[in-house]
Structures are given as structure tokens and as C-alpha cells.
């Protein structure tokens, strides 16, 4: 199959490109592709890069020429950052899906799968896992969330308006990898931080009750390659057992919890982040304490998925990528260095503020 992706450069789309391609022809869709192109890693060597900013509406007609022919698109652009520029993450988010549709349209291309999030449902009322009926309107004070559930309403409205293309929605957990742990140093601390710091935590001071689902971004793929082999309608929820506490969190840091309430946690996250000394958004406080755990059936029942790596797992090798400034050869998924992060604080600020991370 002739298979598009957009994003294929970030945590999800480098191993979208891992796990596909051997067996299809892939035209990535990225801000910044590779370079130089014919000097990239396998399996990133294999792929046709295509350039266009989804942020922009300039990116729809290089979306319809890249998506002629494609027998499936997978949509996996998002941003998560500038925190502070709440337009432009709209633009990015809800607005590039928006043009993916589109081109999708005007291309004819007959499958869509686009990659939403567990952060698009609504908050939790019980510690019952949900199915993926449960609705999808989003969790109040979390703009990650808010764009979520606002990219599921326009692929209501798109499959109300059509019936030739086949939409599929996969609603991961936390999808890591050990190789995306520069890109979440640079996302998740302040510029001049040493990533060592993240072994150097003495104290987790956390809520007692968080819970967090969470999956590889191997096993993420792979519900991807399963979902475009079969070509499955609907929502689909993806996770690893078991979900991720508090305890979970404490022992893949080395550090000892300490319960704070999380009301007290958002204030101390809200404080710092409006003064610019930390990038983290306190919507993400907001989305961790109300996101509902998720039951996976259907995707182990009609796609026959189940992870090959278990969250806890999956933590630890998230929290060893940070520590060790783990990278892949991707602009997204470039290595942190102390010296890169102080010139581009000093030319630009931070990163929570800039036109481009």
C-alpha cells in the first residue's frame, strides 16, 4: 500500500516508520524532514519526504498532491509547544487536522486514521474503565485536551458528509519511547536544566491517587499496521497493563513520594509557568487528574492487538531516555544538549514562547 503519514518524524511516526516500512511505499509529511534525506538512518532513508507546516493553510494543496494516490492516510501531527501560544497549538492541532480532511477529500483517499488521545475524553466519574463510547468532550483547563476533542468534532462532522472515506480513531494513553527522551526533556523542563537531574529526584510530591494509563509507541504502530491491514471503522483505545501510580512513578525515578494534593501541585505548576521558569502548561495537571482509565477490548478482540511491552516498562525506559538525553536521527526527536538549549533561550526565549520549538 502507498500509505501517507504526516508527523512521521516524532515519537508515534518513528515507529509508525519502523513497523511499515518494509512492507509498503511511505511519503512522510513533516515541518522539517530528515537531512540530508539520502544520509538518514534506515529505516527513515526508505521513506519520500514531503515539506509543508499543517499550521498554515499554504499546507493544503502540497496535502493534496502528496495524498494523489495514497491508499490510507495516517494523521499523527500535533504540537505541544509553545505552551504560552494557545493560537498557534490550535493551528497546528484542530486546525491541521482540519486541512488533512480537506486534501483527504479533494485526494479521495479512502482511509484515514487519525491519532486522537485518551486527553480527548471527558473527565472520569469512576475508577471503572471506560469504552470508547464514553464522550469525547475533553477536560476543562487542559488546552492539549481542549484541541483533542475539538479534532474529534470535526471528524464527526466529516463522516457525517461522507461515505466514501473510512475513518479510524486511535485513542492512546501516554505513548512513550526511550528514543523520544530529548524531545520531552525539551518539552517538560527548563532550557538550562542537565537532564541528569532526572536521577537526582529525592522527592515525588505528587497526589496519592494518580492514575495514568500508558503504552509503548512500538505497540502504538502496531495497532496502526493492524487497523490499515483490515481497514477498521471507529474509535479504537490503546493501552498497556497495568496502569501507572504513584508507586510506579516513584520507583522508575529513584525517589520517595510524598502526597500533596493535587490542587496544591496545579498552583505550584500554574505559578511557575506563568512566570516562565518552567514550559509544562498546569492544563497538563488538570488532563493527569481527570483522565479516565480505558478498557482495550475491542482493539485485542477485532484487531487481535496486544502490547508487547508493558507500561511500567514503558515508564522506565521514558524516564532512562531523559536521563541519558536519548535521541533518533529526526529535527522532532534531535538530541538536548545544555549549550543548543542556552543559544536558543538567549536568541529566542523559551521555549513556551517561540513561533517554532
Not at 511519503?27 to 499550521?55: I, N, Y
Not at 458528509?161 to 480513531?169: I, K, L, N
Amino acid at each position: 500500500m502507498r500509505i501517507v503519514i504526516t508527523g512521521a518524524t516524532g515519537n508515534v511516526g518513528t515507529a509508525v516508520v519502523r513497523r511499515l516500512a518494509a512492507e509498503h511505499d511511505l511519503v512522510g509529511v513533516v515541518r522539517r524532514p530528515p537531512h540530508p534525506p539520502s544520509g538518514a538512518e534506515e529505516p527513515l532513508d526508505a521513506v519520500r519526504w514531503v515539506t509543508a507546516d499543517l499550521a498554515s493553510d499554504t499546507s493544503v494543496p502540497v496535502l493534496r498532491e502528496a495524498f494523489a494516490g495514497a491508499d490510507a492516510v495516517v494523521h499523527l501531527v500535533w504540537a505541544f509547544q509553545p505552551s504560552h501560544r494557545l493560537d498557534q497549538l490550535e493551528q497546528t492541532g484542530p486546525g491541521g487536522t482540519d486541512r488533512v480532511l480537506t486534501a483527504v477529500r479533494a485526494a479521495g483517499v479512502r482511509h484515514l486514521v487519525h491519532m486522537s488521545s485518551v486527553g480527548a475524553y471527558s473527565p472520569r466519574t469512576s475508577d471503572v474503565p471506560v469504552t470508547e463510547d464514553h464522550p469525547t468532550g475533553g477536560i476543562p483547563g487542559s488546552p492539549y485536551s481542549q484541541h483533542k476533542a475539538a479534532a474529534e468534532r470535526l471528524l464527526d462532522t466529516f463522516e457525517r458528509t461522507t461515505t466514501d472515506h473510512v475513518v479510524t480513531r486511535l485513542r492512546p494513553g501516554i505513548v512513550g519511547q526511550r528514543g523520544a527522551g530529548s524531545a520531552l526533556l525539551r518539552y517538560g523542563l527548563p532550557a538550562l536544566a542537565p537532564a541528569g537531574l532526572v536521577r537526582l529526584v529525592p522527592l515525588l510530591p505528587v497526589d496519592r491517587g494518580l492514575e495514568l494509563p500508558m503504552v509503548h509507541a512500538d505497540d502504538v504502530a502496531e495497532a496502526i499496521a493492524r487497523v490499515l491491514d483490515v481497514r477498521a471503522p471507529g474509535p479504537f483505545n490503546l493501552a498497556a497493563a497495568p496502569v501507572i501510580t504513584v508507586e510506579h512513578l516513584a520507583a522508575a525515578l529513584g525517589a520517595r513520594h510524598v502526597h500533596v494534593p493535587l490542587g496544591v501541585v496545579r498552583a505550584a505548576v500554574a505559578a511557575s509557568w506563568h512566570a516562565r521558569v518552567q514550559p509544562l502548561d498546569p492544563g497538563w495537571i488538570d488532563l493527569a487528574g481527570s483522565v479516565p482509565l480505558m478498557d482495550c477490548s475491542r482493539a485485542e478482540q477485532e484487531l487481535g492487538w496486544v502490547p508487547a511491552t508493558d507500561a511500567v516498562s514503558t515508564l522506565q525506559q521514558v524516564v532512562d531516555g531523559m536521563g541519558e538525553r536519548a535521541h533518533l536521527p529526526t529535527p522532532a526527536l534531535r538530541p538536548r544538549t545544555l549549550v543548543d538549549s542556552a543559544r536558543r533561550f538567549l536568541a529566542e526565549g523559551p521555549v513556551s514562547r517561540r513561533d517554532r520549538p
